[in-house]
């Protein structure tokens, strides 16, 4: 059974794909019987790259990645955050 919160938090993911254009993308174990490990929600728009990786209510990152840039392999970051899942979507509506 889920609670009100996490609720809550599934229509804040709702808003980022259905309102905002973001896409998401399912990242599966390896092993059988292959559950969901971790949900990768992305949006690119101008020169950013924001990236939101849930893999529980109480385990999510998010970042603002400079498209074009590449630093030691990666794109670079302009801004992270990490923390809960409620903490992190907080952070990351501060950026619009």
């Known amino acids: 059974m889920l609670t009100l919160g996490q609720l809550a938090q599934i229509g804040r993911l709702q808003h ?3 309102v905002l ?4 993308q399912l990242k ?3 092993e059988p019987p ?4 971790e949900l990768v929600y992305f949006c690119e728009s101008g020169l950013w790259l ?3 990786r849930v893999r ?3 385990d999510a990152q998010a970042a603002r990645l400079v498209r074009q840039s590449v630093v030691e392999n990666r794109p670079r970051a302009v801004w992270e955050a990490e923390g809960t899942l409620g903490e992190v979507l907080d952070r990351l509506a ?3």
């Open 21 to 24: 254009g973001w896409r998401v």
């Open 34 to 37: 292959h559950d969901v490990d």
């Open 16 to 18: 980022l794909c259905e």
């Open 50 to 52: 924001d990236v939101l």
């Open 28 to 30: 599966r174990s390896p």
């Open 94 to 96: 501060e950026l619009r």
């Open 56 to 58: 529980s209510d109480t």
